[in-house]
């Protein structure tokens, strides 16, 4: 009986004995091609991909088995766990291996932008991610990879126990490499103390050159292996017509080295084993200490990732991978468990913990009909949950690729550091070579060890690390805050703020909003009039919606209903034109509506008409929030005025203005009038915007700096600049508090950075720092950035 190739299903050739073993059985290959493709799917820990994919793979080719790993990312059914798919294009997180400086994210972003079917990329080397969208029917996953690898840098989609396993072995190669450049540190210094105090009287020639031999024999792996990740990225850099930082570190080392080699050999001259040992030592421990900082400010959204469990129990009972969980699904979630995907509880009442996505410690009541979002923890009771979003999509998923969005969105300061930073890269190696030269006219014995420490003294380390860091720090501390940033420009544009500017409705108001009156103008009855109220009210989506809902019937359905955004609803029935919404809306040709607003005191929001004739009035209640008076009160003490923006034209409007002590009201305006109303404000006006509906998008957008509820609608969160995941308006105080902390900060690394390369630089030049003095200053720079980012992370705001 013919055998089909487990792979690709294509049949396997008579006398082939091409085997695999996946899934616990050993499977049959037709050649050798899907044979390796086969391997290096299991090797890669990608085994799910045969147990959920929906066809066989296309036949493999016999490629090189880096490229056979790149290409199996071309999969549709792998891609589902990491690719996130918008219109036509494609998006994936990536973690990169390799990457150490601001010139490395440079190197990469350009080399990328050149090829076709890129449509954006950007790297954030505090995290080591990337952010990559391209357009797949002109560029395949693959190939792009497989563009990253061959500058000199490993990618892969990134995961975060992948990362975390990545981040120790790069920690655990570094330790060996700082443990060998320790050692032989110890022993060359021991040699160099004898070579440079004669210790043991006076040398002859002969135990002087042995002594030599033996520091070369020390200092030569050091060298070779210790120093390896400095060639490496002076090589990425140099091969892409760029100046990182390593670059001047490597001629440095790679100076030294053969200087004091032909010293050794020919017994003329001085040697510097000791400098280069102790110089690849500090830079080791630097960078070390660095990487663990950084780690620190990078692991918050990670972390996030790591609170949804690995496996989700169905209804049936069986057990699956949560990340194969589909639309549809539904599962069963104990008290006490994580919940696994995002959804909608179909069965059972609990409380939820979601202090990881809102930053409020106290559990919330869910049940039947209410979301619940993957990650967060089921309290006291056991739900049944209807999957709504695949893992991609999750809430959860969607706040850490935020996160990196706003990580990787530089501000001015960012960007004006890295040019810097590469042309201090080029000013450093021309300075170098002078003063080479001068030293080498003035005294020939001092101009290499002079030279070496100016090539590392200045290494601008410090400078490309100080905004960066700063920036992951302060939005890993919003994330904690239940901030969630959408845009890069949100703490540059905070600190600047002097006018907020805020909807009422389930923004100063909790949105839960109540009918305690309805007034009736004609012979219809109340529960009719509440009836087709609530009829055409089903079709909004806003929160004065939810007050009629109790009051739906089995009624005629509408034969089309048209949502004026920002005025109301109109619906055709029977002939008969309905209207609900302001009083202006529903009597469009009535002369009389402002003397009849003005005669009921403006107390009634909602109004309902029929052939444009009123047939009743609607008085609501919405309860102000708890936080809205602090809100107002310390925006005000921060010298910022409060505009109150809202649709609401009635008698409550006035009265919350009043209550909260807002400085200035605008009522009754469309949505094209709030943002006509922010057009308005003088150029020197930086203005914040507070809301939450669908009318409040089209101001979110054009607002310098907006905010959306958690609880608005999709359009208001996507417009918005900041989401706020909880309903606690005072974390807005927090989070500009935390951005003015975040301006100091970056402003205290850059002066630092600055301020030590500037005085570094002619005490190296003019002999009075020694190079091992260099590499500690050096190190020391770039450490005391990284540490005062890191108190951004114990900021409360």
């Known amino acids: 009986m013919t055998k089909d190739c487990y792979h690709c299903g294509d049949p396997v050739p008579a006398g082939e004995h091409f085997q695999v073993d996946i899934l616990g059985e050993t499977r049959d290959m037709c050649c050798p091609g899907c044979q390796a493709v086969a391997e290096t799917i299991v090797q890669s820990g990608l085994t799910s991909y045969y147990e959920y994919r929906t066809a066989p793979a296309e036949k493999a080719d016999l490629v090189p088995q880096q490229l056979q790993s790149l290409l199996l990312y071309d999969h549709e059914e792998v891609q589902q766990e990491f690719v996130r798919v918008s219109d036509s294009s494609k998006e994936v997180t990536l ?40 357009d797949p029917e002109q560029v395949k996953l693959s190939h792009l990879l497989s563009v990253i690898h061959q500058l000199g840098y490993k990618a892969a989609p990134f995961e975060a126990d992948a990362q975390e396993q990545q981040y120790h072995n ?95 050999v020919t017994e003329k001259g001085e040697v510097f084993f000791e400098s280069i040992s102790m110089f690849t ?6 960078r070390f200490l660095e990487m ?10 990670a972390n996030l990732l790591k609170l949804v469990p690995a496996m989700a129990t169905l209804e049936d009972g069986s057990q699956v991978a949560a990340k194969t969980l589909k639309i549809g699904d539904v599962v069963t979630v104990l008290p006490g468990e994580s919940l696994p995907a995002d959804g909608k509880v179909l069965a059972g009442e609990t409380h939820i913990d979601e202090s990881m996505l809102t930053g409020e410690p106290m559990p919330v009541p869910r049940s039947t009909s209410d979301l619940v979002y993957a990650g967060t923890i089921n309290g006291d009771g056991n739900i049944t949950l209807e999957v709504t979003q695949d ?17 990787m969105s530089k501000p001015k300061v960012a960007e004006l550091a890295d040019v810097v930073a590469r042309y201090f890269v080029a000013g450093i190696l021309i300075i170098a070579a002078g003063t080479w030269y001068y030293w080498h006219q003035q005294q020939p014995d001092d101009a290499l060890w002079i030279t070496l420490a100016v090539l590392v003294a200045t290494c601008p380390c410090a400078l490309s690390l100080a905004t960066p860091t700063a920036l992951t720090c302060s939005t890993s501390s919003l994330g904690r805050l239940g901030i969630l940033l959408r845009r890069g420009h949100v703490l540059e544009t905070l600190c600047k703020v002097n006018q907020l500017v805020i909807d009422k409705t389930g923004t100063l108001t909790e949105g839960n909003i109540r009918l305690v009156e309805t007034r009736l103008f004609s012979d219809i009855s109340k529960e009719q009039a509440l009836q087709v109220a609530a009829e055409l009210e089903r079709f909004a989506n806003h929160p004065i919606a939810n007050a009629f809902k109790n009051y739906r019937a089995d009624v005629k359905a509408f034969d089309s209903v048209e949502n004026t955004i920002g005025q109301g609803l109109t619906g055709t029935i029977d002939d008969k ?79 919350v203005a009043d209550k909260l002590g807002i400085d200035k009201l605008v009522s009754g305006v469309t949505p094209e009038g709030k943002l006509d109303y922010l057009r308005s404000l003088d150029h020197q006006d930086v203005a914040l915007m507070i809301g939450d509906g669908v009318n409040d998008a089209p101001v979110l957008a054009g607002a310098h700096l907006s905010v959306a509820m958690g609880g608005g609608t999709d359009i208001a969160k996507s417009s918005a600049d900041m989401v706020l995941l909880g309903d606690q308006l005072t974390r807005i105080l927090q989070a500009r508090k935390l951005a003015l902390r975040t301006r100091k900060i970056i402003r205290e690394n850059l002066s630092w950075a600055l301020g030590y390369n500037l005085v570094i630089l002619p005490l190296a030049v003019a002999g009075f720092v020694a190079p091992y003095i260099a590499v500690v200053g050096m190190s020391a720079s770039s450490i005391i950035v990284v540490s005062n980012s890191l108190r951004l992370l114990k900021e409360n705001g």
Not at 281 to 286: K, Q
Not at 393 to 407: G, K, M, P, T, Y
Request: charged share 15%; glycine share 4%.
């Open 391 to 407: 893992r991609q999509n999750s809430l959860i998923s969607n706040i850490v690729r935020l996160q990196d969005e706003a990580q």
């Open 170 to 264: 790069t920690m655990k190669q570094y330790l060996y490499k700082l443990g060998i450049a320790g050692l032989a540190t110890m022993q060359v210094m021991m040699l160099a103390v004898a070579l440079y105090f004669e210790v043991f009287g006076d040398l002859d020639t002969e135990f002087r050159s042995y002594l030599r031999w033996v520091s070369l024999i020390f200092a030569t792996p050091v060298l070779l292996y210790s120093a390896l990740p400095f060639y490496l990225n002076a090589w990425r850099n140099l091969k892409a017509m760029t100046l990182g930082m390593d670059v001047p570190v490597s001629i440095a080392l790679l100076f030294a080295y053969v200087a004091s080699f032909y010293a050794t």
């Open 281 to 286: 030592f500090f830079l080791l421990l630097g």
């Open 577 to 655: 034109t309905w209207r609900i919404g302001q009083l202006g809306f529903v009597l469009t040709s009535n002369p009389k509506t402002e003397e009849l607003q003005h005669k009921l005191d403006n107390q009634y929001q909602v109004w309902l008409s029929c052939n444009g004739e009123l047939i009743a009035a609607f008085k609501l209640e919405d309860p102000i929030r708890d936080s809205s008076q602090e809100l107002v009160e310390q925006f005000h003490r921060a010298g910022i005025r409060v505009t109150m923006l809202t649709g609401d034209n009635s008698a409550s409007a006035q009265q």
């Open 95 to 134: 973690s990169l291996d390799g990457v150490s400086c601001a010139a490395c994210a440079w190197l990469i972003e350009k080399q990328l932008k050149r090829e076709a079917g890129v449509i954006s990329i950007r790297v954030n080397t505090t995290t080591h991610r990337a952010l990559l969208a391209w």
């Open 292 to 301: 663990r900082a950084r780690r620190q400010a990078a692991a918050a959204s």
